[in-house]
């Protein structure tokens, strides 16, 4: 039965955990104190630019505008003699030149390599003192930055107040601006607040085409970033910052990731006063997961698409070193989420991604995840609180369209006891079109909601689908109300464990979790199915020998053992089923809660410990059974699985030594009384006197 595999499965899994958890790093930066908020969202400038770049080859330049309206292609013709008396061959050389706040820099149609940031570092950039990531590069200060700019940027914007940069091209994707896998980033906005990105291609780097670390006040206005081994877009650290017409794809963690935003509304509950980072109006898709945000604190998602990712959307509690943590106040409205199912996850297996960046093939399709994702999801929170997903469209993810997960608080390396469980609170889910696209087609997800369980204030509304569990607390109309509100300190025990299990992943190491099915496992390959094969044979042992030895001559036990075997048998097949079936696991727990209270019943009068025992370990998996199809028991701490789990194990030994016990099988469920007793004298034996005076067989027994 499931109660063993929980337990044992949860141990290791938590020794596991506990040891190698808190060095996982999904971004290691500096130390960085998030913005005052005294800054603003910078507003878009017209009018002529300040500073030029252009490459100098005009044939090549004439062809890349040819097919431009005749208004923008005379705009980059007179642009263009102007750059080529007075402008920039490279970015960073008009960077380098910005004198004064608010100044426009301008970059016409192009493939802008920046041949002179590309070398390797030289003479004092080679022997910086820094801590080493665990991915190898340095974590630099902003002095060291400074120092030496390009030992991991292609383009390094440091301190430049209210900057515009922007493509003069028709298309963003007329101006590239290509590291070549060369460097960690291709640009780097680093304390440059007010700064502003406009109409541009970067790409191909080994972390971020894009990063901005440390502002108040961004703008990322029709940008496409693509082909990084991590992320597409990365703001870290920062306030008032729009996200808008941006596109991402083929990034190895996600296309858009506003880690640590600034955690302005920590204290409140869902009416806050503003938000930090707003995201509207992009695509990202073909990556690990589309949107994803460590303390991605205070961020307005709304009117995007993110589609045919492993995971559409995530944020999370899980990696130390990011300020904000726990994640909370993200707000989700009117984004389209649908068809993340790809897996990526066999590059990894086959040795493509031990490849160096550049011969992977990245332009052909291939990622190479970088940490562990759970294929076919649609939105996943993973230890967040005071989020709200409202009136999005979520269809055609093949595991869960919403994935709800405690995380506790030594994940991330706070040690208190106190937060521990301080995650997956408050998290309101309605309003959304779950299995139906904008046009009315049905395309539903195989489960609507996965949840652990943990947390107190979780709601989803009414008409989800199939879920884990079965029934879910109701969001009212109000935010804030909640119908069968439930407060738990942990979550399922299975779920936790197979978590815990699949996330012991390294994409450098090449190491995916034998077991586990979002690698591949199948069948009786996912550790799940195996380990309730083996409780099931084990129960199926025990509870037979116990039966054979003690109530095999009584009906009742007879019939109820009958129903255990039925009971193991569906848990067996309920595990393979995985979370888009609750009613089988659910049947199962009846079958053998009825099995429990019956054999409990008849050992009564033989061992009436042990048989009130069995009674109670009965109650408690019948209260589990309603616990996971019928309605969530509000009130307790923990579920029954926890209790019936810690019983269970006390109740195996037991059932083994009654087994094995050389005394004579009772027939209480006959005779209503145990017969079988120790002797009057039975404390006083004399020498020489047979062993059977001990323990006289019953009436009618001749055993």
Same mark, same amino acid.
């Given at each position: ?18 040891l ?15 913005p ?16 030029l ?12 505008? @040819? ?8 705009r980059n013709?007179r ?11 490279h ?6 030149? +910005? ?29 910086l ?9 340095q ?26 940069i ?6 963003r ?10 460097? !960690? ?19 191909r ?11 108040d ?25 729009l ?15 506003p880690?640590?935003? @600034? ?23 073909h990556n690990?997961?589309?949107?994803s945000?460590?303390a ?16 559409g959307a995530?944020?999370? @509690?899980a ?13 989700f ?15 990894v ?8 960046? #550049? ?7 291939v ?10 999801s ?9 989020? !709200? ?12 369209a ?9 994940i ?5 006891? @106190? ?5 997956? $609170? ?27 369980g ?14 884990? &569990? ?5 969001c ?35 190491r ?29 042992l ?8 003690? %109530?095999?001559?009584?009906? !009742? #036990?007879?019939?109820?053992?009958? %129903?255990? #075997? ?7 097949a309920?595990s ?9 696991p659910? %049947?199962?727990?009846?079958?053998t809660? +009825? ?15 042990l ?18 199809? +019928?309605?969530?028991?509000?009130w ?16 195996? +030994? ?6 094995a ?7 209480p469920?006959?005779?209503?009384a145990?017969?079988?007793? &120790? ?5 006083? $034996?004399a ?8 323990? &006289? ?7």
């Amino acid at each position: 039965m499931s109660w063993t595999r929980r337990l044992l499965v949860v141990l290791a899994a938590l020794a596991v955990a506990l040891l190698a958890a808190p060095a996982a790093q999904a971004h290691e930066e500096r130390p960085v104190t998030l913005p005052d908020g005294t800054g603003s969202v910078p507003v878009y400038r017209t009018g002529e630019p300040d500073l030029l770049v252009c490459k100098s080859d005009r044939a090549d330049f004439e062809r890349r505008i @040819s097919g431009f309206p005749d208004g923008l292609r005379a705009r980059n013709l007179r642009l263009f003699d102007r750059c080529l008396r007075s402008g920039y061959r490279h970015l960073q050389q008009a960077v380098d030149a +910005v004198g004064r706040p608010g100044m426009n820099i301008a970059i016409l149609p192009g493939l802008y390599e920046e041949e002179p940031s590309l070398p390797k570092p030289a003479g004092e950039c080679t022997r910086l003192k820094a801590p080493n990531s665990q991915l190898g590069y340095q974590i630099l200060s902003y002095a060291q930055q400074t120092q030496c700019p390009h030992n991991q940027n292609l383009v390094a914007i440091l301190g430049k107040k209210n900057l515009q940069i922007e493509g003069t091209g028709a298309e963003r994707t007329d101006v590239v601006i290509d590291a070549k896998y060369q460097k !960690l980033n291709a640009i780097r906005a680093d304390g440059s607040h007010g700064i502003y990105f406009k109409n541009f291609t970067a790409q191909r780097t080994t972390f971020n085409s894009l990063y901005v670390l440390a502002q108040d006040g961004f703008v990322i206005d029709s940008v496409l970033t693509r082909w990084n081994d991590e992320y597409g877009f990365l703001t870290f650290a920062s306030d008032h910052g729009l996200y808008k017409n941006c596109e991402s794809y083929g990034n190895g963690d996600s296309g858009i990731y506003p880690g640590s935003a @600034s955690d302005i509304n920590d204290g409140y509950g869902y009416e806050v006063p503003r938000y930090s980072i707003e995201i509207t109006g992009c695509r990202s898709h073909h990556n690990m997961v589309g949107y994803s945000g460590t303390a991605g604190d205070s961020v307005y998602v709304h009117d995007n698409e993110f589609d045919h990712n492993m995971g559409g959307a995530s944020m999370d @509690s899980a990696f130390p070193g990011h300020p904000g943590l726990p994640q909370n106040h993200a707000r989700f409205e009117r984004n389209l989420i649908h068809d993340n199912n790809a897996d990526y996850y066999p590059y990894v297996a086959d040795g493509t991604c031990a490849k160096p960046p #550049a011969d992977r093939g990245y332009e052909d399709g291939v990622v190479c995840p970088q940490i562990s994702m759970p294929p076919g999801s649609g939105i996943i929170t993973a230890g967040g609180n005071w989020n !709200l997903y409202e009136n999005n469209w979520i269809y055609g993810q093949q595991r869960a369209a919403f994935f709800l997960t405690a995380v506790p608080a030594f994940i991330r390396g706070e040690s208190a006891l @106190s937060k521990q469980t301080d995650t997956s $609170h408050h998290n309101r889910y309605a309003g959304n079109h779950l299995g139906t696209d904008k046009a009315g087609n049905s395309r539903p997800n195989r489960t609507d909601v996965f949840w652990d369980g943990q947390g107190e204030g979780n709601c989803w509304q009414s008409d989800t689908g199939p879920s884990s &569990p079965r029934t879910l607390p109701t969001c009212g109309s109000e935010r804030g109300a909640v119908s069968g509100r439930t407060d738990r300190l942990v979550g399922e025990p299975v779920k936790l464990a197979q978590l815990l299990v699949c996330a012991d992943y390294n994409v450098q190491a090449r190491r995916l979790p034998a077991g586990c099915d979002w690698y591949g496992a199948r069948g009786i390959e996912r550790i799940e199915v195996q380990v309730t094969l083996a409780i099931a044979v084990v129960l199926a042992l025990v509870g037979g020998v116990l039966w054979w030895r003690r %109530l095999r001559g009584s009906g !009742l #036990a007879t019939a109820v053992t009958v %129903l255990g #075997a039925i009971g193991l048998g569906l848990d067996v097949a309920g595990s393979t089923t995985g979370p888009a079936s609750t009613y089988v696991p659910a %049947l199962a727990l009846l079958l053998t809660g +009825v099995w429990w209270t019956g054999i409990g019943l008849v050992l009564r009068g033989d061992r009436p410990w042990l048989g009130w025992t069995t009674v109670v370990l009965g109650a408690l998996t019948l209260l589990d059974a309603l616990d996971k199809a +019928v309605f969530m028991i509000p009130w307790i701490p923990l579920s029954p699985a926890w209790l019936r789990g810690l019983l269970g194990v006390i109740w195996v +030994v037991w059932a083994v030594v009654a087994a094995a016990r050389h005394t004579e099988r009772g027939v209480p469920g006959e005779q209503g009384a145990s017969q079988e007793g &120790p002797a009057p004298d039975a404390g006083v $034996h004399a020498p020489g006197a047979p062993a059977t005076a001990l323990a &006289p067989a019953p009436e009618g027994d001749a055993s």
